[in-house]
């Protein structure tokens, strides 16, 4: 046996879990960004998943601090319907959804409903003028090193964008993996608010 082939399977394994983690998607550099040079973007088709009451993932405990020094935990948010969504600056469907999810936010959350953004390998400075440039006004956690993300493991958002509602216990009611839109995503923060 070549001793290459447990090479081989070695890295295939560890392509195979950074993939499900959303830890790595291809080889870009870290100093590229929104100039359209980085290759890691996960391409998502913009597929939803609900998930029952009955059936639905608790999630790890969530902590990390925004893009402008604030702590931050996701218990804060029990009691709402929130929404999360992972996106990075490098990121060209992330650029095309921001409008939409603002727009969501701001017309949702006199009900209850709070959104939380988590900046995924990225550089602090890029993350801060997309928001910036897609006025962007709810808050977003900075994972420059994926840890954050990986305490969604359990319900991996595994491309880049991903979007989770969370109902009011803090479980997984819906996950869109890839880009979504307003008429995807507002109909499912929607229903989720429903609930009793």
């Known amino acids: 046996?070549?001793?290459?082939i447990p090479h081989a399977r070695a890295a295939a394994a560890a392509v195979a879990l950074c993939g499900l983690l959303?830890?790595?998607?291809?080889?870009?550099?870290?100093?590229?960004?929104?100039?359209?040079?980085?290759?890691r973007f996960?391409?998502?088709?913009?597929?939803?998943?609900?998930?029952?009451?009955?059936?639905?993932?608790?999630?790890?405990?969530v902590t990390g601090q925004t893009l402008d020094g604030q702590s931050f935990?996701?218990?804060s948010l029990k009691g709402k319907v929130a929404v999360v969504n992972f996106w990075a600056s490098w990121c060209a469907p992330c650029r095309g959804e921001a409008p939409s999810l603002e727009q969501i936010y701001t017309e949702n959350k006199a009900k209850g409903v709070e959104f939380l953004g988590v900046n995924?390998?990225?550089?602090?400075?890029?993350?801060?003028?997309?928001?910036?440039?897609?006025?962007?006004?709810?808050?977003?956690?900075?994972?420059g090193d994926g840890q954050v993300t990986l305490a969604f493991r359990e319900v991996?958002?595994?491309?880049?964008?991903?979007?989770?509602?969370?109902?009011?216990?803090?479980?997984?009611?819906?996950?869109?993996?890839?880009?979504?839109?307003?008429?995807?995503?507002?109909?499912?923060?929607?229903?989720?608010?429903?609930?009793?």
């Open 1 to 4: 046996m070549s001793p290459r």
């Open 22 to 39: 959303a830890g790595c998607a291809g080889t870009g550099s870290a100093k590229s960004g929104p100039d359209g040079n980085d290759d």
């Open 42 to 61: 996960i391409s998502g088709d913009g597929n939803v998943t609900q998930y029952q009451p009955g059936h639905r993932k608790t999630l790890q405990e």
């Open 73 to 75: 935990k996701l218990d």
């Open 120 to 143: 995924f390998k990225d550089a602090k400075d890029n993350a801060k003028a997309f928001e910036r440039k897609f006025k962007v006004t709810y808050p977003s956690l900075f994972d």
């Open 156 to 196: 991996p958002p595994s491309a880049i964008p991903s979007t989770l509602v969370l109902d009011r216990q803090g479980k997984v009611a819906a996950r869109i993996i890839g880009a979504t839109t307003y008429s995807k995503l507002n109909p499912l923060v929607g229903k989720v608010l429903a609930e009793k």
